[in-house]
């Protein structure tokens, strides 16, 4: 379960959130929309322990992970996120990528994992491919196709489906939504265009001027 | 360069016999630089990250203070580390144990390594702060910060790291400033050695010939970071909390203060413990009031030329796409062994009829030929922040010569400046090339600091190099401050 308890943040002296609440029950599926600048991103850095609220805390799975005076480190929130940009590291491969999460596991368990995960998402021919040679499409696969991979308990995607062709959506979509039923991640998207997800989601809301809604 | 080496022939290399003693020198010079380059590049590592802690109030002042060490001439760390020895030495033997020595290539290397700092740490910093800040999240997302640091920020960061460490081993083996005063004779002071035995340009560059290639592969080495770093655009990226290795904040904060103590603290504190007294300081200054003169013109004048000088190239590296090669070609008189530029503008000079041979402008064209190409670099950063949108839009109502002079260049002033005062900072430093072309009845300071450095310490010395590092130190600060004002109102304006 994510909850979002009376969560605001400041950016200097402009209030990007205000007292805002959510809560998302475990293994589902929840969309976050709203205009550009309503303070989407800054909530799902929240509740990825990329900031610190300035007042309420964030609760993961029923443990308290964030609060004004206290944080627990992204890497202990079991969380999988893809980032606006992508941020895939230019140095690595696809696969380099997409195994970094599983450092810790064995060679031969990663290398399964990658190649089921580049398989899933049609990128098993790029493996070997460096992110400069990959198109904003391939970049984006492989962003989520990383956030999969150490099976997240919670999983953050931040415009999961921005530069896919209209062709491709479905079928990202379909496969986040399968893998992440077959791992038991509670996922939080965010979208500009909710009716992309409209048949997956299990909640939705609408964040305007750092106010939240559920629809 | 060219006056130099047509002068290089067959025969010159043969008389010289490269004998079993230079071939011992050679290989112990490079040893030597390299060790110098790569330790200094591992120190550097650890205090960039030092300083990349340092984000708020006190750390950033200590940020700025560090790298505004780097205005300290070498032989303020000479003087202090030849105190902190002789005061060791005294407390080892007091309790009966064997000193440490006071010369050699062990104690040039550390001392080379440290008065070279802040060039290294510098550039370390920088190849950390390029990383962008979504790259090093993403990774914290999965792994240790020490993990982050070691697969993303440090691969990513290389080139400058590397950089960094190149350069080192680059003015490690073209100066011989330092290992000079701690008796460790070195190829560079070779070159000098063989044209005051020889006087023949030929054989002086046959010793020299070596030392710049491997200076120039160095400089190769250097340049694919030094380029990322100079043409970075605007603002390195939003920063967030560093994934830092092992250890607590504090032991970082630690390691701030102890870069800070050996860089600036140790140098100007030892400095003002050996004059003793504010009489001694203004003895020596009057007593050296001749040298003080030359010097401070030798500088300024250099400072003035050198930013004009590199203008034209830093346009051509900042505007255009130039490659590695064009880099190569403008920054490679960075590589020459300081006294072969003497040597060389010697050689060119005394042939010509019209000639400033013999004059107090030999030092000064001997300090642009060495510290121009440097003022490249500054002048390319300085332009590459610019905001082009206010460029283009001059190009929009007026000719290329009305955009240059009337915009252009009014903007690249504060680049300039601090071009200029670099200039004159390394020219107050120069020895190498200095003690060549000085005219007969000329000393610069430098000159009398190391002729006194070779009969020891004295109070004299010591008010004489204070007196040049407090210069150097405000000097410095002013190029400084004003390439930070100018970013801050740059990026005010959308920069």
Redesign the interface.
């Known amino acids: 379960m994510i909850r979002v308890a009376q969560v605001s943040k400041w950016y200097g002296k402009r209030r990007v959130l205000q007292t805002v609440s959510l809560e998302l029950p475990i293994s589902q599926i929840g969309l976050l929309y709203g205009p550009s600048g309503s303070g989407k991103t800054t909530l799902l850095r929240l509740i990825?322990g990329?900031d610190r609220p300035d007042e309420g805390e964030i609760l993961l799975g029923g443990a308290v992970c964030s609060t004004p005076v206290s944080i627990v480190?992204?890497?202990r929130r079991h969380?999988?996120?893809v980032?606006?940009?992508s941020?895939l590291?230019?140095?690595m491969t696809v696969a380099g990528n997409v195994s970094?999460?599983l450092?810790n596991a064995s060679r031969r368990h990663r290398r399964e994992r990658v190649k089921t995960l580049l398989e899933c998402f049609d990128l098993l021919p790029l493996a070997q491919r460096y992110p400069s040679q990959l198109s904003g499409g391939q970049a984006r696969r492989v962003a989520i196709a990383?956030a999969l991979a150490?099976d997240p308990a919670f999983l953050l995607l931040d415009e999961p489906l921005a530069h896919l062709d209209k062709a491709l959506r479905g079928h990202v979509i379909e496969m986040v939504v399968e893998w992440a039923r077959a791992i038991g991640s509670t996922v939080l998207m965010i979208s500009h265009d909710p009716q992309e997800v409209e048949g997956v989601v299990n909640h939705c809301w609408r964040l305007c001027d750092g106010h939240i809604t559920e629809v | 360069m060219v006056a130099v080496f047509r002068q290089l022939s067959p025969q010159a290399s043969l008389s010289l016999g490269y004998g079993a003693r230079r071939m011992t020198l050679l290989a112990r010079s490079f040893g030597w630089a390299l060790l110098v380059g790569f330790l200094g590049m591992v120190l550097g590592v650890v205090g960039a990250l030092a300083l990349w802690r340092c984000r708020n109030g006190w750390g950033v002042a200590a940020r700025w203070l560090l790298l505004a060490g780097a205005a300290l001439p070498p032989y303020a760390h000479i003087l202090a580390w030849w105190s902190v020895f002789r005061f060791l030495n005294r407390g080892l033997s007091s309790v009966g144990l064997m000193g440490l020595p006071q010369r050699g290539g062990l104690v040039s290397l550390w001392v080379q390594m440290v008065a070279q700092l802040p060039l290294v740490a510098g550039l370390a910093l920088v190849g950390f702060l390029s990383v962008?800040t979504?790259?090093i999240?993403?990774?914290?997302?999965?792994?240790?910060?020490a993990?982050v640091f070691r697969?993303?920020v440090l691969?990513?960061a290389r080139p400058m790291v590397v950089a960094g460490g190149a350069l080192l081993f680059v003015l490690a083996l073209v100066d011989y400033g330092i290992p000079s005063a701690f008796q460790f004779p070195t190829a560079a002071l070779e070159v000098f050695v063989e044209f005051g035995a020889s006087a023949s340009v030929g054989k002086a560059a046959a010793v020299a010939l070596p030392v710049l290639l491997a200076a120039a592969m160095g400089l190769a080495m250097a340049l694919s970071g030094l380029r990322k770093a100079v043409l970075m655009p605007g603002q390195p990226t939003r920063l967030?909390s560093p994934p830092l290795g092992p250890g607590t904040s504090r032991v970082w904060v630690l390691a701030t203060l102890g870069l800070l103590f050996l860089q600036v603290v140790l140098p100007v504190g030892s400095l003002l413990l050996s004059v003793k007294s504010w009489q001694n300081l203004l003895d020596a200054l009057v007593g050296a009031m001749s040298e003080f003169r030359t010097s401070l013109w030798t500088a300024s004048v250099a400072a003035l030329l050198s930013p004009l000088i590199a203008l034209a190239p830093a346009h051509i590296l900042a505007t255009k796409r130039a490659g590695l090669g064009v880099w190569f070609l403008l920054l490679v008189p960075v590589a020459m062994p300081a006294a072969l530029v003497g040597i060389g503008l010697t050689s060119l000079w005394s042939s010509l009829a019209v000639t400033p041979y013999g004059t107090r402008w030999m030092p000064v064209l001997a300090a642009i030929a060495r510290f121009s190409p440097i003022a490249i670099p500054v002048l390319v950063a300085q332009r590459r922040r610019m905001a082009e949108p206010l460029i283009e839009a001059a190009r929009v109502f007026a000719r290329p010569w009305d955009v240059w002079w009337r915009v252009e260049l009014p903007m690249t002033l504060p680049g300039l400046v601090s071009a200029a005062c670099l200039v004159f900072v390394l020219t107050l430093g120069e020895l190498g090339a200095t003690l060549i072309v000085v005219p007969p009845g000329y000393a610069t300071l430098t000159m009398r600091i190391y002729t006194y450095l070779h009969y020891g310490a004295s109070e004299g010395v010591a008010a004489l190099s204070l007196a040049l590092s407090l210069i150097c130190l405000l000097v410095g600060a002013l190029g400084f401050v004003t390439w930070r004002l100018w970013s801050r109102a740059a990026m005010r304006v959308g920069a």
């Open positions: 990825a990329l480190p992204p890497l969380i999988g996120m980032f606006q940009e941020a590291w230019p140095h970094f999460g450092l990383r150490p | 962008e979504s790259l999240e993403a990774g914290c997302i999965y792994q240790t910060r993990r697969r993303i691969p990513l967030v």
